[in-house]
């Protein structure tokens, strides 16, 4: 059996929509659009987009990648030395630095790991709050646990969208 993926707009809950990312300080966004809500999206920004300027992405913080046996070796070598070393939390800079000159480490060959983003948790498809409703709803006349509010668990998920014959892009 073919199945066939229809994206509908987050907005109208019509066929035939595309994803639309952007970005609003910090933030990214994205939002399933028609052709007409992308091109009404666009001229409300418009004004914005032509009195801005392009900016490239920022970089994250970098964070210097070692394990925890490490980092309380940096710390006891600082509490020995003078340094006002805590047990928890980020090594100072001051630190550091004077950790890895008193070692002979090339700060500039150590190795950098980007600084985690928060996550959201698990990717959950995008839906309306009555469209939840309607899976939750489902689910409790078919046995599953279906709670009042939260997130829908992907067993409940996958099995609605089998039973009706959707094929949700994960």
């Given at each position: ?17 595309a ?25 409300d ?21 070692m ?72 689910g ?31």
């Amino acid at each position: 059996m073919a199945k066939r993926s229809v994206v509908e707009s987050d907005l109208s809950k019509r066929p035939n929509a595309a994803t639309v990312t952007f970005a609003v300080g910090d933030e990214w966004y994205e939002i399933d659009l028609t052709a007409k809500e992308r091109r009404e999206f666009e001229a409300d920004l418009k004004k914005y987009v032509q009195a801005g300027r392009r900016a490239e992405p920022r970089k994250q913080r970098q964070v210097p990648e070692m394990t925890p046996e490490e980092r309380e070796t940096i710390r006891a070598w600082g509490r020995d030395n003078g340094f006002n070393a805590q047990g928890m939390g980020r090594i100072s800079k001051e630190l550091q630095a004077a950790y890895d000159e008193a070692h002979g480490i090339d700060t500039a060959s150590r190795k950098a790991a980007p600084k985690p983003r928060r996550s959201a948790g698990p990717e959950v498809p995008a839906m309306t709050p009555e469209e939840r409703e309607t899976i939750r709803a489902w689910g409790r006349d078919n046995g599953f646990n279906a709670q009042g509010k939260g997130r829908i668990s992907k067993e409940l998920q996958a099995a609605y969208d089998e039973a009706h014959g959707i094929a949700r892009e994960r």
